[in-house]
């Protein structure tokens, strides 16, 4: 089992005339294994948004 929380968010790029946005996450994952012991990491991803008829989409996501 896996849960995913976004810990921070930090806009790298808003072009809202082209529709672009490029956002640096922070998350945290918790993933449990099958003897319940929990592993925690963090990490960065680089996301990628596009706005599609008003409604901002993510296009790419980049794991760092």
Known sequence: ???????????????????????????QRIETNNDLEENVFYQEALVDLVNYNGTWLVDQVVWQ
């Open 1 to 27: 089992e896996s849960y995913l929380a976004v810990c921070k968010n930090d806009i790298k790029n808003l072009d809202e005339e082209n529709g672009q946005a490029e956002i640096l996450v922070n998350a």
